[in-house]
Structure formats: C-alpha cells, structure tokens
C-alpha cells in the first residue's frame, strides 16, 4: 500500500494499465488523487467501512486502488470493482476531509470506468438492466402500477415476504419488493397543470422538476410543493415533458444514459423560460446541480449545462434564499417535536443543512430532535439498498433506532429514498414514528390543515 509519505510520480493510465485498467476517457485525476494524506479521517463517517470494516471498503482504501490502477500496479478486477460499488456515494468524507480531497469526483469519474471495462456477472447484469430500464422512466413505472396494485391488494406481497421464496432467488429483488409503497389511485396519473399562478403578487417564475419516483410514489410532495411556491409568490411552470434528472444511471456510471437524460431536461427547462429551476428530492437535486460535469464533453450542451446548473436550486434552499411571505398556522394542538433526517445529497452534496431547519422552526409549536450520527447514510443511496441489500439493511437500522431514540413526534425527510428506507426499517420496530416530506409540514401550515398523524406512515 502506498503511504501519506511515498514519492512515487503520478501519472495517467500507461497502456498496460488501460489493457486491464481504466481506460483514457477520463480516469480518477492523480492531482486529485495526491491531495489524499491518508490521514483516515474519513474513515469513521464512511458507511461501507462502519459496515463492512476493510480498508479498500472506504474512501482512503479506494483511493488507493484508484491510484495503483491508474499507475499499472493493479488490474481493473472484479474484486477491485467490488470495492468501487460498495460505496455508497454518500460524499460524508468530503464533509469530513480536512485536506479538501474531492472524492465525490474522484468516485464520479471510476464509476463510468467500471462500467465499460468491468464484465459483470449475468445475474447482477441482469438486475441492473432491469433497475435502469424501469426507474428513470416514470411511465414505465406507471405500466407496471396497476399489476403492482393487484400485487398487494390480494395479499400476494406479503405471501412472497413471508416464504423468503424471492430473497433466495435474488436478494436484489427481494430488496425491490420490500420497498414497494402502498400503490393508491394517485400513482396513475400526473394531476398537476403545466402553469399554476401565483397567489399574490408574482415574485419569480420558477420551473419545478417532478422527479421520477417521486412523481409515481410521492404525488401527494410534488402537489405540496407546487401549492407552496404558489402561496409564497411563484408562478410554477411544470414541464410535462420532462423526464428523469438522471440521477440513478449517473450514480453508478451509466454514463449515455445519464447524458441523455440530462439533455432532455436542459431543453424542456429551456423553452419554459423560468429564474430557477426547483426540486423536493435531495438526490435529484445534486445531480442537476452536476450537468455541467455530466455534460463536459459535450460542446453543444457544455455552456448551456452551466446556465441550467446556476438557476437549479432545491426547494428548501430557494424559500429559505427568497423567505416565505405567507403566514404560517399550527398544524397540531400544543407542540410538535420532529427529527429532521438530513438526505446525504443535500448534507453532504449540496451543503444544505440549516435552511430545511430554519423553514421547520418556523412553524408555529414545532421544535426539532437531533439524532446521534445525523450525517450517517441510511443505506439508500439511490438504488445502493437494492444492489447490496445487506450493507443497506444495517444502515437503515442503525438510522431508524437514532431516529425513534430522539422521542419526536414524526420525521421530516427530503428525499424520496430515504423516505421509503427508513419507512420499511420502521415498521420492523416495536414502535414507530409517521414521516412527511418537510415541504408537506409547510404546506399543511400554510393551509392551516392539521397533520393527519393517526393514518400517516
């Protein structure tokens, strides 16, 4: 292993490292590579080390391996891509780094790598195939909504979860099937028009990103962000067209795929002709924030991915930039204690903490819990629970048992895969806590409507 103190040069891929190797289209970059000192600070706050505890399992471990491959010393194997895909991509060690390493680059840029010069297995292909076929296209999600439907009203759900038939098939799918949400009449259909007005006096047209789960699974926060931006002076343009962010095949390497996502959205957000463009999902948000990496390479859409980059801003961050300017009600008698889940994308990605805590403070009879080891992953990480259930099923306990240990009332979580992870570990504990989306706590504030805390979950 090489050490904080070794002087051997970096260099890009030789030709024998690009045989077995990364290949030239760019590999993790050494400069970025040697701002590593192997200091280890990062190893506390990495998940995949909490969980697993090897070295190559955490930022510094991969690091290194990033290193020994792009110099020749080591192949592109399928143990060393094991070690890449165990990460979860959190990015809690660019918070942590004390030397600034940009490791959520460093990860960005091997996971494409791996992509085209790793040959997987024909089951995990398989899988995979089938998880980026499906979950970046919201009306194949909708297709496959009416079987899913009949799935769990006949009980056949909890049949499969009881005899463990599936999870010895594949635990991957096992995986999928235990996320499911409740499939309800909402899942069907996109009841949102394409302009809402503003209420009031208009302050910003803003465009608003629907999201792909998000928008199947969770109607009910897209619908609670559109009132609410229209409430505090937006006029909300929803571009039916739009499709996925990108987010999923961009965080494990499917890098066409992403880029064609990503040009998509560039130009439906383009004819729209907003001030900013808006999001409620922590995931979606950080990888829209990223189009101008997604798309480098690409000349025609290189400038006009940073124009859309400066004008994408996530929903808590733009009412906490702009302020509310309607006033806010009580949504339930006496106080409401909630522990804020902070989404790893928003914390560690974007660098948004205080503001979702300052709109919840707001709130009249809200006060906030703060749980231990808030900036842990709770094993999400975009389809990470579903590719390595295991890891992810430890995390999501770990997370749910801090969580329920603050006494709150409910959970606020921004984000749609975190919302389903921590709701499938809650109900496998004695007790168990309702969870919003933090704009819908806004949004029922705003309206002066109670939380109907006795039928959420």
């Known amino acids: ?27 993790p970059d050494p400069k970025l590579i040697d701002a590593c000192v192997h200091c280890g600070f990062c190893l506390t706050t990495c998940p995949s080390y909490r969980v697993l505890g090897t070295e190559m399992d955490s930022p510094r471990g991969r690091i290194y391996l990033m290193d020994a491959i792009n110099t020749g010393e080591a192949p592109l194997s399928a143990t060393s891509a094991k070690h890449f895909d165990s990460c979860l991509g959190c990015l809690a060690c660019t918070t942590a780094c004390p030397s600034g ?85 909402e899942s069907f259909q996109d009841d949102l028009p394409e302009l809402i007005p503003a209420v009031g006096e208009k302050r910003y047209r803003v465009g608003m990103v629907l999201g792909c789960v998000q928008r199947v699974f969770f109607s009910d926060v897209n619908a609670a962000t559109a009132r609410v931006l229209s409430a505090n002076g937006c006029e909300v343009v929803i571009p039916h067209a739009q499709g996925c962010c990108s987010a999923l095949p961009a965080h494990q ?19 729209a002709g907003v001030d900013f463009v808006v999001i409620n999902a922590a995931g979606c948000g950080h990888t829209l924030k990223e189009y101008h990496h997604i798309l480098q390479d690409d000349p025609e859409y290189r400038d006009r991915a940073q124009a859309f980059v400066d004008k994408v801003r996530d929903v808590q961050e733009f009412l906490a930039q702009v302020g509310l300017t309607t006033p806010l009600h009580p949504i339930t008698e006496g106080t409401l204690p909630v522990v804020y889940q902070d989404a790893c994308h928003l914390l560690h990605g974007q660098k948004i903490s205080l503001q979702p805590r300052q709109l919840l403070k707001q709130i009249p009879g809200v006060t906030l819990r703060e749980p231990i080891d808030a900036a842990l992953c709770c094993g999400s990480a975009g389809v990470y629970n579903m590719l390595h259930p295991d890891v992810a099923t430890e995390l999501g306990q770990m997370k749910v048992k801090n969580l329920l240990n603050t006494g709150a009332a409910l ?41 109907p805390l006795e039928n959420h979950g």
């Not at 050490?3 to 024998?16: F, H």
């Not at 390497?253 to 004819?271: K, S």
């Not at 959970?411 to 007790?431: E, F, K, T, Y």
């Open 411 to 451: 959970v606020a979580s921004p984000n749609p895969g975190c919302s389903l992870q921590i709701q499938q570990h809650m109900a496998d504990q004695d007790r168990t806590m309702p969870l919003f989306h933090p704009i819908e706590l806004l949004d029922h504030s705003i309206r002066g409507v109670p939380l």
């Open 253 to 271: 390497g499917q890098e066409a795929q992403a880029q064609t996502l990503a040009r998509h959205m560039i130009n439906c957000f383009e004819a």
């Open 101 to 185: 390493v940009q490791y959520d680059q460093l990860i960005a840029a091997v996971r494409p790598q791996v992509e085209r010069n790793h040959s997987r297995p024909l089951p995990e292909r398989l899988v995979r195939s089938l998880i980026f076929s499906l979950f970046p296209y919201p009306t194949r999600l909708r297709a496959i909504a009416g079987p899913l439907y009949l799935y769990q009203k006949l009980g056949i759900s909890k049949l499969v979860q009881k005899t463990g038939l599936l999870a010895k098939l594949s635990p991957s799918l096992a995986a999928m099937e235990s996320l499911l949400p409740p499939i309800t009449a």
């Open 1 to 27: 292993m090489p050490t904080s103190e070794s002087s051997a040069p970096l260099a890009w891929p030789t030709a024998a490292s690009v045989a077995n190797g990364f290949d030239a289209q760019h590999p």
